[in-house]
């Protein structure tokens, strides 16, 4: 078996076999690494051309009622300097990102009790009112499937919800009292329900083999997410796992490469994550197949407060700043920031602003029937 082999296959296929993406992830040379890279950014210009989406992201609360171990907002972290912002706030930070030529919003929390669907669904619905054209993104963990429905037809367009791990022994080890079962019912539930799903896993988690990568990679193939959240697992110094080595770059922009090899029109973020880990880190990530990145929103007031990690850039940049640097960042290496919402291709979107997905083009990987979201 050769590592360059399989890459072609990957290229034309778009898929391989479990051993194939594990003799990749055994073998793989620096030199091999590059035509990887290679190919990956070759799909995704083939799909997005050089374009990058900019999601503007608002961390708008740090209470959280679960206790992953990894986490710096986990509930048993008695240290965090807990805050919510309030719904002028979040406001003010939609009207502000509008500004600065945001079309995609991603409003990211804990699991707060606090944001009700009431509460949830009144955000959303005057970012509508406000911006009917705009995309919103949610990422507030795991809830039923009625709360979902609701903020769907509320207005929202997009969800995340990270699997972070499909090795079971790995995902009970890191979420005490969690089942993994129920955060993939509410993966399949988002998709089920209309939205444009996100799924998403850490790469150098402790205990992390290869072989438990490629269950990742087997899981976001089957699943087919629209989005896809990679990044390195970075150690925080309130957690139990203060003290384990964290992931690499070069794992992480492996791991993109495969994914964008296999999906090929996934939306796929260069994480904040990576540039936190290295100072190229989110150019590294976009030449080797990602097309997202996210500039932050949030007041520079509670930015160091989002703790998830130890390390994280740009708590202290205005939003205007972080919108600048991140556009000369890509136009450094050759890519254009787009000023669209930025949908998966898969997905159209009408004058009205009506979304559905476009089954004529995608048929044999869409088991739903069309779905129109008003």
């Known amino acids: 078996m050769i590592v360059r082999e399989i890459i072609d296959k990957l290229y034309k296929t778009e898929n391989a076999t479990d051993e194939e993406l594990l003799f990749i992830l ?15 950014n070759d799909i995704r210009l083939k799909n997005y051309d050089n374009k990058v989406y900019m999601r503007g992201l608002i961390e708008f609360t740090n209470f959280c009622k679960k206790d992953c171990m990894y986490c710096g907002i986990r509930r048993s972290n008695k240290e965090a300097d807990r805050y919510r912002l309030t719904f002028d706030q979040i406001m003010e930070c939609v009207e502000l990102g509008d500004k600065l030529g945001y079309k995609t919003y991603v409003l990211q929390g804990g ?78 539930d988002l998709k089920e329900i209309g939205y444009q799903v996100g ?43 203060k003290d384990e080595e964290g992931g690499s770059l070069e794992k992480t922009v492996i791991i993109l490469s495969l994914v964008r090899l296999l999906l090929p029109d996934v939306l796929l973020p260069a994480t904040t994550a990576l540039g936190s880990i290295d100072p190229l880190g989110r150019e590294k990530g976009i030449k080797a197949g990602a097309n997202v990145v996210m500039p932050n929103l949030s007041p520079t007031d509670v930015r160091d407060k ?23 960042r890509m136009n450094s290496i050759g890519f254009e920031i787009e000023e669209n919402r930025g949908d998966n291709v898969k997905w159209l979107t009408t004058e009205d602003g009506k979304q559905y997905e476009n089954l004529n083009e995608h048929k044999k990987n869409i088991k739903t029937n069309l779905v129109f979201k008003k």
């Not at 793989?28 to 990956?40: G, I, R, T």
């Not at 989002?306 to 000369?328: S, W």
């Open 111 to 188: 699991e707060d009790d606090y944001f009700t669907d009431e509460r949830m669904i009144e955000i959303i619905k005057e970012i509508k009112k406000k911006f009917p054209s705009n995309a919103i993104t949610l990422s507030l963990g795991e809830r039923s499937y009625e709360s979902y429905k609701k903020m769907y037809e509320a207005g929202a367009d997009r969800y995340l919800l990270r699997h972070e791990t499909a090795t079971k022994d790995l995902y009970d080890g890191l979420h005490p009292g969690e089942i993994m079962e129920n955060r993939r019912r509410c993966l399949n």
């Open 26 to 40: 055994d073998n793989l040379s620096k030199e091999d690494e590059e035509y990887l890279f290679s190919k990956a």
């Open 306 to 328: 989002y703790a998830l990690y130890d390390g994280k850039i740009c708590t202290g940049d205005e939003a205007a700043e972080c919108r600048g640097c991140i556009e000369r």
């Open 199 to 241: 799924a998403g896993f850490m790469i150098g988690l402790p205990n992390q083999t290869n072989k438990d990568l490629v269950n990742d990679l087997r899981f976001v193939k089957e699943f087919k997410p629209h989005m896809c959240g990679i990044g390195p697992f970075i150690p925080q110094n309130q957690t139990p796992l």
